[in-house]
């Protein structure tokens, strides 16, 4: 037997800049699955995830965007930014298998805003040019002044449970060469370890 429910959230980072805060938001689905005891988690059972969403984007200088992936190397990042936001805050630390379930619908009851740590902050990234993928570097979260300039930095990375559409169409409309070819490269060839690291569904994911 499993169990399984959605979290829908907004995430929004807030970025300081020499002419005020800028942000962005996206809200995400993640439906989460929980086998009830039948198969141990070693052997393929314990929780399982999806999601569906998109990257967030912030214009911290006019026409200059970074990116908050949603992914990298596999990995869901939505589904940690809830976990390490809202735990231990709203359910006193403990995610083992045994009170997932409990733990998820705690969370699902959670009301206001609850903040990702600083230590947490990844796979921020930004492209020299926007309409050439290959492009793509790495930001550091706790650095922006490196690639933007004095004034910049992080303010804030909050997460809220919200009942509001999935976003769509904004990091397309920024990225108009976005496939939804989850596991493709933005460029298997090259030499560059981002760009070979780094998939079209790190900024994109639907379930259709």
Not at 37 to 65: D, N, R, W, Y
Not at 106 to 124: D, I, L, Q, T
Not at 144 to 165: D, H, I, K, R, W
Not at 170 to 195: D, F, K, M, N, Y
Request: one cysteine or more; a positive charge.
């Amino acid at each position: 037997m499993s169990l399984s429910t959605n979290l829908r959230f907004e995430v929004e980072v807030i970025v300081n800049t020499p002419t005020g805060p800028k942000s962005g938001s996206r809200v995400y689905n993640v439906r989460y699955q929980h086998d009830l005891g039948i198969v141990p988690p070693g052997l393929g059972g314990g929780k399982t995830h999806s999601m569906e969403g998109e990257a967030i984007s912030v214009e911290v200088l006019p026409g200059q965007f970074l990116f908050v992936l949603i992914g990298r190397h596999g990995s869901i990042e939505p589904v940690k930014w809830v976990r390490e936001a809202f735990s231990p805050p709203v359910f006193g630390g403990d995610r083992s298998d045994r009170r997932h379930p409990q733990w998820v619908r705690a969370v699902k009851r959670s009301r206001g805003k609850y903040y990702v740590p600083k230590e947490e902050f990844r796979n921020f990234v930004a492209f020299a040019d926007r309409n050439n993928p290959l492009s793509i570097f790495e930001l550091d979260p706790n650095d922006l002044s490196a690639a933007f300039g004095p004034g910049t930095s992080v303010a804030s990375f909050s997460v809220e449970m919200v009942n509001a559409p999935v976003t769509y169409g904004q990091v397309e409309a920024l990225l108009p060469w976005l496939t939804t070819v989850l596991e493709r490269s933005l460029c298997p060839q090259q030499s560059g370890v981002i760009c070979r690291s780094t998939a079209f569904g790190d900024f994109l994911r639907r379930t259709n």
